[in-house]
C-alpha cells in the first residue's frame, strides 16, 4: 500500500468538522487536536491543509475520546468496535460482491441515517448513498468518509486496488475539491442527486483473501484505510488487455492506454511491471490474437487486418507478425487455408 506521504494535502475542513462534533457531545477538542499537533489557530485558515498521518491521529483520538467511530455524522453514535463489527460479519463471505453486500444490509442496522446501496448494470458496480435526514454541516465530511470506508476495506479484503471509474457528490465542488483527487482517484462530478463511486464489477468476483488472524490484525489500526491507496491491482492486466481488445485504435500510445483506465502511464507500467507483466507484452499478445482470428477466420486485406489489431501502418504490422510467427501475414493465412476449410466471407473488399 501506498501512503499519500507527508504531503498535507487532508482539507483543514475535514477537522473543523471533528472540532463541531466534540461540541455536538459537549467535549474539548483539544486533546486529539494536540495530539495530532494541529495548531488551533489553523482551523481558521481555509485554504490550510493536514497529512493523512495527521488525519489518523485525530480520527483516532476523537473516536475513542467521543466513543462514536461516526464521529457524529449520525443521530446516534456508533460505539467503538461498531466498523469492526461490519468487518466481521462479511469477512467469511465466499467473494466480494457477497462481502460488500453484507457490509451494505449491516450498515443499515447500525445507522439508519443513510443507507448503502450496491448494484451493477452492465460491467460497471456502483455503491451509492441514500440520506434520510440532514446531515447538515457535517454531510461532506460524512459522505466522503464512508464512501472511503468502504472502498478502503473493499481493498483490503481482496488485498487488491480497486480502481474507481467515477464519483459524485450531491453538493456543489468545495474550495478544497483538489483532495478529491487523492481520496478517490476518479473524476469526480457535484451536484448530483447523490454520493456514489462506480467501478469495474469484475472486481465483485474476487474471492476474499483475509481472515480472523488478518481482521485482528488490521482493526489495531484501521484508520489508515480511509486515506491510503493500494498499490497491488490483482485485475490490471486483465483490465489492460480489455481495453486493448476493445479500443484498438485508442491504445496505440501508453499515455492514451492510461486515460482509458483513469491513471497515469507512469502508474500503470509500475502497476503492470508489479504483477510482473509488460505493457509491449500484452499489447503483442491482445494484437497477435486479433490478427491471427482475422487471417484465418475473414478474407480482409493484410492493410484492414493491420489496422484492426490495432497498428497505425501496414508496414509495422508485417514487421512485427514476421517477429511473433517466422512468416509474413500472406504466407501464415496460404498455409491457414490449407489446413483449414474455406474462411467465412466477412467483410469481404467491394470490387
Given at each position: 500500500?501506498?501512503?499519500?506521504?507527508?504531503?498535507?494535502?487532508?482539507?483543514?475542513?475535514?477537522?473543523?468538522?471533528?472540532?463541531?462534533?466534540?461540541?455536538?457531545?459537549?467535549?474539548?477538542?483539544?486533546?486529539?487536536?494536540?495530539?495530532?499537533?494541529?495548531?488551533?489557530?489553523?482551523?481558521?485558515?481555509?485554504?490550510?491543509?493536514?497529512?493523512?498521518?495527521?488525519?489518523?491521529?485525530i480520527?483516532?483520538?476523537?473516536?475513542?475520546?467521543?466513543?462514536?467511530?461516526?464521529?457524529?455524522?449520525?443521530?446516534?453514535r456508533?460505539?467503538?468496535?461498531?466498523?469492526?463489527?461490519?468487518?466481521?460479519?462479511?469477512?467469511?463471505?465466499?467473494?466480494?460482491g457477497?462481502?460488500?453486500?453484507?457490509?451494505?444490509?449491516?450498515?443499515?442496522?447500525?445507522?439508519?441515517?443513510?443507507?448503502?446501496?450496491?448494484?451493477?448494470?452492465?460491467?460497471?458496480?456502483?455503491?451509492?448513498?441514500?440520506?434520510?435526514?440532514?446531515?447538515?454541516?457535517?454531510?461532506?465530511?460524512?459522505?466522503?468518509?464512508?464512501?472511503?470506508?468502504?472502498?478502503?476495506?473493499?481493498?483490503?479484503?481482496?488485498?487488491?486496488?480497486?480502481?474507481?471509474?467515477?464519483?459524485?457528490?450531491?453538493?456543489?465542488?468545495?474550495?478544497?475539491?483538489?483532495?478529491?483527487?487523492?481520496?478517490?482517484?476518479?473524476?469526480a462530478?457535484?451536484?448530483?442527486?447523490?454520493?456514489?463511486?462506480?467501478?469495474?464489477?469484475?472486481?465483485?468476483?474476487?474471492?476474499?483473501r483475509?481472515?480472523e488472524?488478518?481482521?485482528?490484525?488490521?482493526?489495531?489500526?484501521?484508520?489508515?484505510?480511509?486515506?491510503?491507496?493500494?498499490?497491488?491491482?490483482?485485475l490490471?492486466?486483465?483490465?489492460?488487455?480489455?481495453?486493448?481488445?476493445a479500443?484498438?485504435?485508442?491504445?496505440?500510445?501508453?499515455?492514451?492506454?492510461?486515460?482509458?483506465l483513469?491513471?497515469?502511464?507512469?502508474?500503470?507500467?509500475?502497476?503492470?511491471k508489479?504483477?510482473?507483466?509488460?505493457?509491449?507484452?500484452?499489447?503483442?499478445?491482445?494484437?497477435?490474437?486479433?490478427?491471427?482470428?482475422?487471417?484465418?477466420?475473414?478474407?480482409?486485406p493484410?492493410?484492414?487486418?493491420?489496422?484492426?489489431?490495432?497498428?497505425?501502418?501496414?508496414?509495422?504490422?508485417?514487421?512485427?507478425?514476421?517477429?511473433?510467427?517466422?512468416?509474413?501475414?500472406?504466407?501464415?493465412?496460404?498455409?491457414?487455408?490449407?489446413?483449414?476449410?474455406?474462411?467465412?466471407?466477412?467483410?469481404?473488399?467491394?470490387?
Open positions: 500500500m501506498r501512503h499519500e506521504g507527508s504531503a498535507a494535502v487532508t482539507p483543514i475542513a475535514f477537522v473543523n468538522a471533528i472540532v463541531s462534533a466534540y461540541a455536538k457531545h459537549g467535549k474539548d477538542p483539544a486533546n486529539a487536536l494536540e495530539l495530532a499537533q494541529i495548531a488551533p489557530d489553523l482551523l481558521a485558515d481555509t485554504a490550510a491543509c493536514i497529512t493523512a498521518a495527521q488525519m489518523e491521529r480520527s483516532g483520538a476523537a473516536m475513542e475520546e467521543l466513543d462514536d467511530e461516526a464521529l457524529g455524522w449520525f443521530s446516534r456508533l460505539p467503538w468496535g461498531s466498523y469492526g463489527m461490519l468487518a466481521r460479519a462479511s469477512i467469511s463471505a465466499p467473494n466480494l457477497v462481502a460488500l453486500q453484507r457490509w451494505c444490509r449491516h450498515h443499515g442496522l447500525i445507522a439508519d441515517d443513510i443507507t448503502l446501496t450496491l448494484h451493477t448494470s452492465g460491467s460497471t458496480a456502483t455503491l451509492a448513498i441514500t440520506e434520510h435526514r440532514d446531515l447538515q454541516t457535517l454531510r461532506e465530511f460524512c459522505l466522503v468518509s464512508v464512501l472511503r470506508n468502504f472502498l478502503g476495506v473493499a481493498c483490503w479484503l481482496v488485498d487488491s486496488r480497486i480502481p474507481l471509474t467515477g464519483a459524485r457528490f450531491p453538493f456543489a465542488a468545495p474550495a478544497h475539491h483538489g483532495a478529491y483527487s487523492v481520496l478517490f482517484s476518479a473524476p462530478q457535484y451536484s448530483q442527486a447523490q454520493a456514489a463511486i462506480d467501478f469495474d464489477a469484475i472486481y465483485l468476483a474476487l474471492p476474499l483475509r481472515d488472524t488478518a481482521l485482528r490484525q488490521m482493526l489495531k489500526r484501521a484508520l489508515p484505510l480511509t486515506v491510503l491507496q493500494y498499490r497491488r491491482d490483482r490490471l492486466v486483465q483490465r489492460v488487455r480489455q481495453a486493448l481488445t479500443h484498438p485504435a485508442d491504445t496505440h500510445s501508453a499515455d492514451d492506454l492510461a486515460a482509458l483513469n491513471m497515469s502511464a507512469r502508474t500503470l507500467h509500475r502497476q503492470l508489479d504483477e510482473g507483466a509488460s505493457l509491449q507484452a500484452l499489447k503483442d499478445e491482445v494484437r497477435q490474437a486479433r490478427a491471427i482470428d482475422l487471417l484465418l477466420r475473414t478474407n480482409r493484410i492493410k484492414q487486418v493491420a489496422e484492426a489489431a490495432g497498428f497505425q501502418n501496414e508496414k509495422s504490422f508485417m514487421r512485427a507478425f514476421r517477429g511473433w510467427t517466422g512468416q509474413s501475414p500472406a504466407e501464415f493465412r496460404r498455409e491457414g487455408f490449407i489446413n483449414s476449410s474455406p474462411v467465412a466471407p466477412e467483410n469481404l473488399p467491394s470490387d
